[in-house]
Each structure stands twice: as C-alpha cells, then as structure tokens.
C-alpha cells in the first residue's frame, strides 16, 4: 500500500493497457533490428577484437607488456577490475535497496541494472584472471583437495576472499537476473510470431506457464536470491577494499574503506544505469516507461551519494593529517593533492563530490543531455579513484628510493577497451534480444492508476 | 489458360499427398544414401587405424633431444656431484688484483669468493671480480687461434709467427711486446726468455688508467719509482685530492678493507677522519666525512696551499691561498695534529702534483708510519713516458711487429686512432687476447689466450706477497695461455705449469725454511692461494727534488668549465664492457646502468633548464644528463670505458668513448680538460635509472650521527628505536623459533655503496639481466640494492648508503596476503618462496614496505629479446645448479642464500657438531670488501650478530645500541638490523 500515494504521479504513462504494455516493450524484439545497432555492434566488437589481441599479447609475453613495475606492481587491471565491479554493483542495488524499501519506481529500470551488472562482472572478472603472472595456474587459488600434501590456499588473503565473494556475487546477480526475466520470456513465447523466437524463448522461458503456484515461488525465489543479493552487494566491494584495507602501504591502509568501497560502488554503478537508461531511453523510445520522474529521483539519489563520497574524501584528508603518520600525510598531500598525481585526485575530487551536486536544481535534472554527461563524468571520476587509491599510494610509500611513477601501456589501455567493448556489445545484445524493462512488474504498478483495477492492486503485495 | 500437366495418376488424383510421398520417399532415400556412407567400412577402420598408427610413430619419434648425464667412469677423488669444490686462486686483470677462492660445481666454476689468507683483499673482491667468472662463458671469445680472422691450427700460427720473428731478428727490426702491468714474477721470467731468443722484442707496458704521475715523482723524491704501501687502517687523517681509493683508485678493495676497519665502530672505538677534495662526486667523496667540492684545476694549487698551511703550523712563514679553497686552513691544523698519522693521497697523473704530496706526507712524518715503502703495490707499474715512446716509433713506421697482451691501446688511448692506423703498417702484429677487442680486431695474428679461470699462474700485487693462480676448468675452447704461447715462440718446449713449478722452487721454495719438500711446499701455498715472504724495509730517504719547481708551477684555478673523465666502479676501464651483470650495475651515484652520461652540476642545470636525460653539447660532443649533487661548480665528469665497438654484441655501442678526449700534457695524461665548451640542446636521451628519488624525506630511513655525539651516546641519531620499542605491541603470539633464528647486521658506517654486494647476489642466485629498457621501467631484478640519499646541501650534500633486501620480516606483510600461500615463514624465521606455487598475483610485491620483492615481468632465460648470458648454452653455464631459474611470472626475493645455509647445516649435522658463529655467509656477506654485513642466528647468544642486533623476537635485548630495523614502527619485525652511520664531522 505504500505505493499506493498521490504524492507521486504515476510510475508510468500513458494510461497502458497491459497487452500495450507487453507490445511496447517487445516492440524492439520483434521489430527489425535497426541500422545504428549494427553500427554500434560492429563498433564493440571491433573494439573487443582490439582488447583480445592485447589479451593475446600479454598471455604470449606476459604482464612486462605492461607498464608496470618493482614499485607499482598492480596498475590499470586493478583501478578497471575496481571499477567494473562498482559498476556492477548497480543493478543488484538498485533491485535489491529499492524492493526492501518498496519504491516501486525501480520496474522500470532494474531490468537494465541488472544486465548492467552481469556484463560488468564479467569485464571485472577479466582482470584478475589477466594480471596473474602465471594465469594458467589460477586454478591455484581454488580450495580443491589435491595430492600436493593437501597445500590450501592461504584463507588469510584477501585475493582470496575476493575470489570468493566475485564468485559468488555473479552467480547470485545472474541467477537473479535470469529468474526476474522468466515471466518475460514466458510473455515473449506467447506472442512472437517467430517460430525460433518461440523456441529460444520457450527455452529459457523454463516451461512457465504464470500459475498461481508458479508466481508462489517466482516470488519466494526472488526473495531468496535478493536476501543472499543484499548481503552480497554490501560484502562484495567490502571485501574488494579489503585488499587495499590490509596492506600496509600508506593511502591504502585505511579503516573507512569498506564502506567508502561500497558506496563509491553504488556511486558508480547509479551513474551507470543512469547513462544507459537515458541512452536506452532515447534510442527505443520508452519514455513512457522510463519517465522523466525516474531521471529526476535517480539524480536525487546521486546527490545525497555524491555528498557521501565528499565526505569520505575529506575524511581521508582528515585523517591524514590527524594521525601524524608522516608516511599518510606524504601520500594525501604531497602525492595525490600537490604531487605528481594531483590532476588525477582533482579530477576524482571534482567529478565526483562537486559536479554532481548540480543535481540540486531541478534545471538541470530536467535537461536529460546534461544529466547524461553528468553520468558519464561521474562514471570517469569514479575511475579516477580507483586510480588515486591503487596507483599513487603504491608509487609513494614508505622509502622514497622506491618511489616510481606509472603509466599504462597501450596493451594494457587495450585491455580495458576491449572491456569496454565486451560491455557495450553485452548491453546491445540485452538492447535486442531480452525484454530491457521488466514486463511482468511494470504492469503490476501500471494498474494503481486505473480505478477500474484498483481493486486488484490490493490483491498484489 | 494454363496447361496444368501430371507425371502420374496419382499426381493427378490427388497432387498434395502425391507431393507429401514425393518429398518422403525422397527424404529416405536420400538418410539410407547418407547413412551408407558415412557407416564405416572394413576398409574405413584400416585406412583410420594406419593413419593413426602411422601419425602416432611419426609424433612419437620427434621427442625432445636426450641430454644425457653421464657418470664418471672412474671418478676423481676430490669430485662429488653435487658438492661444490673451492679453489684458491687469484684475479689480475685490469690492474686489479684480489686473492679469490673459486667455487666449482660438477667441474664448472661458477662463483668468486673472497681468499681470507689474503693479506690484500683479505677476503674482500669488488664487483669486477665478481662478475669475472662470466666472462669466463662468453660467447664473444676467440674460440681458436686466427690469422686474418681465419681459423688457423697452433702448429701453423706458431710456424709462422716464428718465422715472421727469426726475420725480423735477423732484419734487426724492433718488435715490440705491449703489455699492460705484469705482476706475475714467472711471467716476467718468460718475457725475459722470449727477450733473450730475439733480442730485437722490447717489453713495454702501458695501461689504460696509469699511475705514472705517481712512480715518476716516487722516483724524485725517494729513488725508486714505487707506489708505497697505505695504511688507511693506521691512519687519523685521510685527505684524497681527487683519488677515488675506495671505487676505482690504485686498489680499491684492499683500501676498502683498511679504510673500514680504521672506522669501525662495531668493535672499535676509533675512527679516522677522511676529507676528500674533488669535482665528481665518487664513491670516496661520498664516504668522507668532509667533501669539498674542488675543479680539477686546482688541484695543483690546492696541494701547495696545504703544503705551505703545513709549513706555516711548523713555524715557516709562508704564502697559502693561491687555490681559494678556504677549509685548507683546517685540514692542515687536523693533519699537523695528528702528524705521523694521516695520509695524504693525489689521484693526480702528474708528476709535479705528486711531488707536492709527497712533500706534504713527509714534513707530516706520515712516510715510515702510515704510508710505508716495504711492500710497494705493483700492479701498475707503466710510465706514459715509454708509451709515448712506442706510439712515436710505432706511427713513424720503426717498428717490424707489435705484441698485445691483455692492452687495448687502440681503445682506450688518446692516439687510439694513430694507432690503429700505424698497425696496418706493421708487418707482424699479434695480439694475445682471449676475446676480440679494438686492438686484436686489427691484428693479423690472434694466439687465442685463455681466460684466467683456465689459467696457471702467479702474482705479487705487492711487493713479497705472492698468490698462486691456478686452472678450475679446462680450457673451453682451442685456448693458449699466452705464457706457454710465449715458451713456444721462444724455442722452450717445458710446459707453462712446470716452468711455474721450477720458478717456484728456485726463487721462492729456496728462500724459506717451513717445509722441507718442494712438493708440500707447492700444496700448501696452492691450498692456500697466498704466500708471504718477509718485508725488506728498503731504506727510501725523502729529497725534495723538483718540489720547488712543482710549487711554483701550481697555477691558480680557471674559470673555464672542466671536464673530469673517470672511472666506473662496475666497468673500469672498459675492459669488461661485454659482461652484462657489469653493465647493469647501477653506478653507486648516479644509480644508472647501461650507459655512461655527463654529471653536471646542480645549480647549473636548475639556471639552464636541465634536468636528468637532456643532451648537452661538450666541446661539441653530444652527452646524456645526469645532474649530480655535489659535483663542483663549473665541472662536468663523464665515465671512460663506455662506447667499446668490439666487446661483443652486449658491450658494444654501449655510452660513448671518451678516452679520445684525454690530454697528454707534459708527457702524462692527463684525464681532465680545461677549458671546455658547454650547449644545452632541446633533445632528450633516456638513461636507465633505477633510483629517481634522492632525499629521505625526513623519514628516519638510514639514520646518523656525528662521532662526538656517537662517543657521548652510541645511540645518537637512534633515539626513535626506544620509542618504536615502547610503541610494539601486538595482539599475536610472539613469534618463537626453538633452533635457528637467522639474523643479519648492517653497518652502514662500514658500507660504501661499492655494489660487489649486488653482483655477488646475481651470481649466486642466478638472477637474471633484464637491459636497458626494461631497467628504465624500473625492473631492476637485483635483491640486493643500495639506496643512495643525499641530504643537506645540493651544491655539496651528504650521502647515505643503504643496502636493502629482504628484511626476512617476523611477521612479514607479503605473506598473509598471498592467495596460493606460495610465500611462507620458516621455523628459522625466514621468509621463503615456493617459486612453483606463486601464480604471480604481485600483492606481496605491492605489500612489502622495503619493496625488495621482484617480479619476472618477462621471460628472462631462454629469450632471444633478452640476449644475454642466459640466452646461450654457453652463459647458461655459470648458472648456480643448487638455485632455481625462475620462469615468467613469478615473484622473486632474496632468500638469505638459504642454500648456503642449508649446506653448511648439513656439513656441521655430518661432522656432528654444532654450527659455528660465522660459518654461514650469504652471497653478500661473504666478498663485503667493508666487512658492513655480519650474519648469524641470533638464538646463539655469542654470535657476533647477536650482539650486534639482539634478538628481533626480544625487544628486552636490542642489541647495538647503534641497531635499528628499517620501519620498525610497522611492526613487521624484520630479522635485519642496520648500524648507524657515524660522520666524523666535528671540526
């Protein structure tokens, strides 16, 4: 009942029926592919091409293709498997946050999220695998009995936790992803006209019928998964901080990390499903669905992280210079605020603590255009701070002998295109081939405005 | 209208059914056609099974090559595989000498050690002796004796270069036998035969870095051209004008090893003071207590200034000043008050600079006490007077043939090219080298020498001490020594080893009274590497012959720039310039290998916008930058011995040469330039540096204190250790190691920054050279590595040294953060890797606060972009069979060299005995020509480390009160100690 107020307008517009609600968000699939999406297509792959041949490069010569070394041992793998995975934080967020605070808004977006973080995960799963010096032994780091006496893994790693909860993480996201989706595919089956669509979707449709006995469970499925999703999403980038929270390299080790990891996660990851709603938005026509009150509430969301994240910076200065520690102080002030580093903390500083506060006027969060490039430089500052914390910290620490500067190669620049590449080719194939907004749940909040349906809306709780 | 026309009257009847039995009848025909085909056939399975069987025998038949081992059918007494045999030995090349014991493995040398029956290098070596043992296995050698590049047998070249001398004796035409410095009494003795078959050969030596200055004012002040005996040990009062006698100097490491242990305060209480003039900032001027920055042009007036400051504190009234150097005034009130024990040393190559310091050391009674003359150093014996000589006969076509042995005038002389010139003109030239250099490349003859390791021999480096030399492999390619190539081409048929035997017995065995045979006589003296005759004080009387004129000569300073040429610590004079481990030595100042630069003032560069990599224009000759704190103001400094064109593909084109520019001046060279023009240009030339930040910071990373504190507390300049001890506290377990706790002191008072630390570490543990490029990525793979500091003024700063490896860290950082536990802790607390484990994740890396870890970014070994020694059979087999060569990938690290550790467990387990203090040594512990590292198990409370640095598990026994653990505030207990350095500054 709680969304059952006239503060808000409604969720979606238009006045839909549910058949028009089906057939507009299925339009894409069924319609032809269009001409930009082939374009687009061929962009990513090309650029994914480019990122395998860096791949390939690396694997044949090995990580001294990089620009790594002695001092700076974990570069742009690290600051990008940093940055997916905060990326990938928003789909789950955004379903799992908004379901348990029942803002039902979320339909309409949480489909496109969650896609976001499967493919997300993915590019960030790339990394660690990539930067291992020995990547065909990473079954290593797997806790399988073996003959070797039995040797373990070392629980005590943080690499290992992370393995761990990435594991984990894309198995709960993508289960969760796939399950929301089988009503969908149910309804996709049902309409096509396509002989192999029906097949395809009758697949993965999973034999659904939309019993009542099936929607029992659909739910209590849902609400499994989201449980163990929720905890996911707050101890994944916990434990990503961790590997920085445990060292003993000054900028690194820091008691705030984890939840400063795990809201700069969630930072990212909202731009990112803002900038691919707006573009998802525009290209299908779907602001019907995607209202211009669904733009305005994920601005305002950014605005109160965006405040956080400002926080937790100075904090981080704070506490640089209140702990005394000369090693601390070098590394905030000398290194990433007046040093060598100081564009990319300015950077990092600017795009994500200021900018985004010029979400307080409805101006600009009415104007999509600026609210889009805002995203985009949020989703650039972000990266800047993965970079600040694992790059200057490790290029100024405690001897200043080993002090080292670092900057990419162009494999390793590669690489990250090719991830780039691999996610926007991920998010054009989730463009054409899957239902990109939620239709089962859209249409549970497209009733509350018909007062011929009202009645049933109570039924749904 | 359409005709509609039908096959049959089925068709007809009923067409769609017809059509459906159609397709149907189609369809089955066409699955049972498909299925006959693809079932397989009798036929089938045998054309199947004899192209695997056949494919099968093919693929089986390219297997791997069989390296086979094959065991000894009888095997000799003293080889045990698997146990490394030592051999006394002795090193002599390129002026340098060392007692060296040679550790062989399965009959290949593999590792120089330091002799400690040594009385000169006393168990120390330098990193060129070091790296010796490499060169040992390069691919560049002469693999067998050529005439005109072409292969020829001995039996030919020896027919024919007889001849060719028999000729030239008859002809009366003079022959000329160009050697560097001959220290070995033997090989003089064969000399002189050769001398005496063809009385037309002149023996002439001439080398690369002379000491000519000094034996010809030897010659005027006391009457005999010697270079005297010092005794940096003795001495209260060092003062070097320009002599760098802990780098490259006379014989750095037998001074190193006096001059520490005149310093030492781990055992001492003493310590003397050492004041070091001079505009390059050397490995001396970084050690010295007080540096002052002096152009080499004043020198000469800054030696008389001092001569006649002396005079004054005598009571002579005198005019001083002439150099503007005003601390003059002060090192001459410390020197006269502590007369007859200070020492005065010119690295000058002029006489009349000489015969000043001479002058000083005498009115300082240092003559007779500090600086004696019963054991002259011998290893450079040349005078550019005799050169000059040779070159003038050589290029005024006097000469019937020319003999190189161990020279390489063409190269490293300033009439390099009048040379090489006048030697197509030369009907016999001749060169006895055992690998191409720029002088043998023109000879038409090349007897193919061996390399020392393959060689018998002897030396007497000083006067009465004498070292045996003696083969640990035998000669791998179609190799000579050039002395049994002389007993050849002298008619004498004896072999070189029995010559040796006989001199042996008729000069030395007879001259002694211990052993009643020769032959336990010889044993013993080759066991031991060394052998000592009594010291004859010659009775040398000072004149002061050509003083005044000397006095009067020396000119006030210019002010024009000046160009100072030295010498490297890792390369010399070049001679070495193919060894790769020499060539990625980071210089100890400037901290980059791989090519030499012009040092250039501070001030200078910061006026003109130039920083570290820019080109300048010398006197129109294109340099790399290096902005040196410390050089002299108007100075620039670039090292010789780069630039070789025929080293070998690792040396050649390495730098640029600058021994074209040194000036012979009066009959000596002179190896600096007045008066040099200096352009800054926009371009820009990459140097491999592997150190780019040179303050501390202010962290208390090498920490120090002056003596006067040092002797009111010994734990001046360490007072954060109490507080970082009071501060540790822990919520674990202490750590607890029931045996061995193994240990390791530093005293960075003793330690010069020399780097023999570091090439012996990479011989050792087979660590592997990575070029240029990749030392410019900072990836230097060395596990030990001297940090350099500077501290207090640019223009003239202090310098710290600081050796840094694993810290074998108690509770070490990399290792909880491995995921695979590839890098666990040892129960005699050492941090160790399982190489086979490590995935290469780099966290250990990232989390070691010394970073001391290394990754293989690339594959070293085996890998044509990295052509080095490990990149052929040849190179590969100086590597140490009892250490891993790491693949790609992997992280590596100093291990304490726990197979030495483990080695020496096992002798004293068989022998049934517990282990002694002192009986392990790592790699770098061992040759520390500073004796700076002391190891140990600090469990055993006599051990020396154990006083040194206490227990590390026990902050209630800290040890030294000098001892600290680097960023000890951590917490990571590290199982390294360092000792303070101590400044003598108080004046």
Known sequence: ?461 | MENKYWRSLEERNDPVSFRKNEIRAEYEHKKSVIKGESGSSRRDFLKAFGFTIGGTAILASCKRPVEKAIPYLIKPEEVTPGMANYYASTFYEGNEYCSILVKVRDGRPIKIEGNDLSPVSRKGTSAKVQASVLNLYDDARYKGPLKNNEPVTWENLDKEIVEALNQLNAENSKVVFLTSTVISPTFREVIAGLQATYPNIEWVQYDAVPASGMLTAAKESFGSALIPDYHFDKANVIVSFNADFLGTWLSPVEYTKKYSSGRDLKTGRRMSRHYQLEAHMSVSGANADIRIPMKPSQESSALADLYHELLQLGGTATESGKSGISELATVAKDLWENKGQGIVVSGSNRKEDQLIVNAINHILENNGSTITFDRPLLTRQSTDETMEHFIQELTGGNLGGVIFYEVNPVYDHPGGSRISDALKNVSLSVSLADRPDETSSLCRYIATGSHYLENWGDAEPKKGLYSLMQPVIQPLFDSRQPEETLLRWSGNSIRYYDFLREFWRAELYSRQSAFSDFNSFWNDTLQKGVYEVPAETPGLTYNDQGLSSALQLASPATDNWELVLYETVALGNGKYANNPWLQELPDPMAKISWDNFVSVPVEWAEANGVANESVILVNGIEMPVFVQPGQADKTLAVAIGYGRTEAGKTGNNIGFNVFPLVQVVSGNRQFWLPGVTVETTAKTYPLALSQTHHSMEGRPIAREATFAEWQLNPASGNELREDHIKHATTLYEKPNYPGHHWGLAIDLNACTGCGNCTISCQVENNIPVIGKEQVRNRRIMHWIRIDRYYSGKPQNPNVSFQPVMCQQCDNAPCENVCPVAATPHSDEGLNQMAYNRCVGTRYCLNNCPYRVRRFNWLQFVKNDKFDYHTNSDLGRMVLNPDVTVRSRGVVEKCTFCVQRIQDKKQTAKIEGRPLRDGEIEPACVQSCPSSALVFGDMNDNTSQVFRLIGKTTDPEIPGDPRNYHLLEELHTLPSVGYLTKIRNTNT
């Open chain 1, 1 to 461: 009942m709680i969304y059952k107020t006239e503060i808000r307008g409604p969720l979606i517009q238009g006045d839909k029926s549910f058949s028009q609600i089906s057939r507009e968000i299925l339009a894409p699939i069924d319609a032809k592919t269009p001409l930009w999406w082939y374009f687009a297509m061929a962009t990513s792959l090309g650029m994914l091409g480019f990122g395998l041949y860096c791949i390939y490069l690396t694997l044949a010569t090995g990580i001294g293709s990089w620009g790594l070394n002695n001092s700076i041992g974990w570069g742009w793998a690290i600051v990008n498997f940093v940055w997916w995975i905060g990326i990938g934080h928003a789909g789950t967020a955004f379903s799992i946050f908004l379901l348990i605070l029942r803002q039902q808004w979320r339909t309409a977006i949480n489909r496109a999220a969650e896609a976001m973080t499967v493919v997300a995960v993915m590019c960030a799963g790339l990394f660690p695998l990539l930067h291992m010096g020995r990547p065909w032994l990473f079954f290593y780091i797997f806790p399988y009995p073996n003959t070797r006496g039995p040797l373990w893994v070392n629980f005590n790693s943080p690499l290992f936790w992370d393995f761990v909860a990435i594991t984990a993480y894309i198995l709960i996201s993508a289960s969760f992803w796939y399950f929301g989706m089988v009503p969908d595919f149910a309804t996709i089956r049902d309409t096509t006209k396509s002989k192999i669509k029906k097949a395809v979707y009758g697949f993965f449709a999973f034999g659904w019928t939309g019993s009542s006995k099936e929607w029992l469970r659909y739910e209590g499925l849902s609400f499994v998964l989201g449980g163990i999703a929720a905890v996911l999403v707050v101890s994944v980038h916990s434990i990503v901080s961790t590997d920085f929270a445990v060292g003993v390299i000054p900028g690194w080790h820091t008691t705030i990390f984890p939840p400063y990891f795990v809201i700069g996660a969630i930072f990212s990851g909202f731009a990112m499903v803002l900038t691919l709603v707006t573009i998802m938005r525009g290209a299908y026509k779907m602001h019907d669905f995607v209202t211009d009150s669904h733009i305005d509430a994920v601005c305002r969301v950014l605005i109160f992280i965006s405040l956080i994240m400002g926080t937790a910076y100075m904090t981080e200065i704070f506490i640089a210079w209140y702990s005394g520690s000369i090693y601390e102080y070098s590394i905030i002030f000398e290194s990433r605020m007046f040093g060598d580093y100081a564009f990319q903390f300015w950077a990092m500083f600017t795009a994500n603590a200021v900018i985004p506060q010029l979400f307080w006027f409805k101006a600009v969060r009415k104007r999509i255009m600026i609210v889009f490039l805002i995203s985009i430089i949020i989703n650039i500052g972000m990266w800047f701070e993965r970079f600040n914390i694992v790059i200057t910290s490790l290029s100024r620490d405690y001897l200043p002998a080993n002090w080292a500067n670092y900057s990419p190669s162009w494999v390793e620049v590669g690489i990250f295109v090719g991830t780039l590449g691999l996610f926007t080719a991920g998010v054009l194939m989730f463009f054409r081939y899957i239902p990109m907004i939620a239709i089962s749940e859209v249409k549970s909040v497209a009733k509350y405005n018909k007062p011929q349906t009202n009645h049933q809306s109570g039924h749904h709780e």
